[in-house]
């Protein structure tokens, strides 16, 4: 024996399941962060449309201010 591995295709393959067992956990992260719905530019237009729904509404309680005042 000799330290790391048992010789040349012994440390190769010990490298290749490593490698294979690197990409098979971000593979899982990848697949969980997009089932979990995380994208930061999907929520910007969210809170983008969230904001034009409140001026929305901002404008439509002063109009209904403004017509209670009259009455």
């Known amino acids: ?8 295709m012994g440390s190769f393959w ?9 990409l098979l956990i ?5 697949v969980l962060l997009n089932s ?3 994208a930061a530019p999907r929520d910007n ?3 983008v449309k969230m ?3 409140i001026e929305e509404i901002k404008k439509t309680v002063e109009e209904i201010k403004s017509k ?3 009455i």
């Open 51 to 53: 904001e034009r729904d």
């Open 45 to 47: 237009e969210r809170i």
């Open 36 to 38: 979990s719905g995380y």
């Open 26 to 30: 971000v593979g899982a992260v990848v």
């Open 1 to 8: 024996m000799n330290g790391m591995g048992y010789g040349v």
């Open 14 to 22: 010990g490298f290749l399941l490593n490698l294979l067992l690197i």
């Open 68 to 70: 209670l005042e009259e």
